[in-house]
């Protein structure tokens, strides 16, 4: 079974300018992810959704960031304006729709901003 | 609120067993996470518990959950180099089992 994929790997860019990631998640998984992982800390839950609906954005910061998903499949997650501390590891996750959440992680896109 | 607290570092000698301990705050979490991330790579489930569980076993892993006191802890037997990654524990919280990590322990296994 193919994992979950995201691209671009990394990213360097300048504060201020704009930044997209794509994720795709693993086929049939209803429900899709993205955390904020900075160097030396946990997973931070930025977005969830299930199918193409948002189920909890209450940590996504709404001025700069926005994420979206297409029929309930690929999820694209966009920053604009980035800011410093934006810098960071953005992970994408998927889980099938079973009670127990095991999720599938991307390897994530290394976010430097400058 | 949504907590979850872990100690940040364990040194274990190579054959010794390692126990990563962490605590949570949401009472009402069915399920209860252990997920490994190694350098460079995303976050692996290793195993989990439901809160109804007082222990969990597989293979060198074993759970513990004390769901009075909302503690969790994660054994690894016999540990070996290649166990050598960072340690995160999850609880799944919310009517969408959102999970909620915490910051994560480092292990370190030498010879």
């Known amino acids: 079974e193919a994992g979950v994929a995201q691209s671009p790997r990394y990213k360097i860019i300048e504060k201020r300018q704009s930044v997209a990631f794509w994720c795709n998640p693993i086929s049939g998984h209803a429900t899709l992810y993205w955390y904020q992982q900075i160097l030396g800390q946990g997973p931070k839950l930025l977005i969830q959704f299930q199918n193409n609906g948002v189920v909890d954005d209450s940590q996504l910061p709404k001025d700069r960031f926005s994420a979206e998903r297409l029929k309930g499949v690929d999820s694209t997650l966009k920053i604009q304006p980035a800011k410093l501390e934006d810098s960071a590891v953005y992970l994408c996750?998927?889980?099938?729709?079973?009670?127990?959440?095991?999720?599938?992680f991307g390897q994530g896109t290394r976010l430097t901003v400058v | 609120g949504e907590d979850v607290e872990q100690s940040l570092f364990l040194s274990v000698r190579e054959g010794d067993s390692s126990v990563i301990n962490c605590t949570y705050t949401d009472s009402s979490s069915t399920y209860l996470y252990w997920y490994k991330q190694e350098p460079g790579a995303g976050l692996q489930l290793l195993t989990y518990i439901f809160s109804n569980m007082d222990m969990k076993q597989d293979q060198r892993l074993t759970v513990l959950l004390n769901k009075k006191d909302k503690h969790l802890s994660l054994r690894i037997a016999d540990t070996q180099t290649g166990d050598s990654a960072i340690y995160f524990c999850?609880?799944?919280?919310?009517?969408?089992?959102?999970?909620?990590f915490g910051a994560g322990t480092r292990l370190a296994v030498h010879p």
């Open positions: 996750a998927s889980s099938p729709p079973r009670q127990v959440t095991e999720a599938f």
């Open positions: 999850a609880e799944g919280s919310g009517g969408y089992n959102k999970l909620i």
